[in-house]
């Protein structure tokens, strides 16, 4: 089945640490996308990519740092520098195929730092 | 700059009932996307529902459909006979022209009572 994959579900990581969320997709879809949520609030982007080797900042991209070497791989990689890192991260992806351009989600990563 | 309010941070409402979660929007961009997506307490998001501000109808999908009042700036989402398992956070969203870039509101939490 097609979708979008992210691992793991839970994560630990010491203060200090760098850590790097898996996200994958077998949708085809160019675009992909990096996004954090805090406790009761919405969804803030740190990162999208429309194509292969091109990704853009977003709002809040500051200690975080992505790549995007395979159009199916958007890891994203949370650093020292990242002052609160604790966090749900979701990752999405979207085609512009469909006109509308709904983005589909990966069932997230909960980040703890401790 | 976009920008999302979804006004009421918590929703009741008694199974089979209908029930309206209101969406209001900035934007100067003629051409845009409304979106209506579905968070469980599993954290991931689901698409529920889609309106273009070029369609002349308003959008449904199944017994989701969304009350779209381009002048003034509102797509609210109407679910009918409310369900358990509708119980879950509600988050709108826009994206202007082209733009792959989403931006989400803050999000409402329904819960539908027994």
């Known amino acids: 089945d097609g979708g979008i994959t992210q691992s793991p579900k839970y994560l630990f990581r010491k203060e200090g640490q760098n850590v790097t969320l898996s996200c994958e997709q077998n949708?085809?879809?160019?675009?992909m996308y990096w996004y954090r949520q805090d406790p009761g609030q919405g969804l803030r982007l740190i990162y999208y990519s429309q194509i292969v080797n091109d990704f853009q900042k977003g709002d809040i991209a500051e200690g975080y740092s992505v790549s995007r070497e395979k159009k199916e791989s958007f890891p994203l990689t949370v650093t020292s520098a990242q002052k609160n890192p604790t966090a749900f991260y979701l990752c999405a992806s979207s085609s512009d195929r469909s006109g509308s351009y709904e983005q589909y989600f990966g069932p997230g990563t909960r980040l703890t730092v401790t | 700059a976009q920008k999302i309010t979804q006004t009421q941070p918590g929703m009741f409402v008694q199974e089979k009932e209908a029930v309206t979660l209101d969406c209001t929007y900035d934007?100067?961009?003629?051409?845009?996307?409304l979106f209506w997506y579905k968070q469980p307490s599993s954290g991931e998001m689901i698409f529920l529902i889609y309106q273009g501000s070029y369609d002349q109808q308003n959008a449904t999908e199944g017994r989701y459909s969304l009350n779209f009042q381009k002048a003034r700036k509102s797509a609210n989402l109407v679910i009918s006979a409310s369900q358990l398992g509708d119980s879950a956070m509600y988050f709108c969203a826009m994206r202007e022209g082209g733009s792959n870039d989403m931006r989400f509101g803050a999000g409402t939490r329904l819960t539908v009572k027994p």
């Open positions: 949708l085809n879809h160019d675009a």
């Open positions: 934007t100067s961009d003629p051409s845009y996307g």
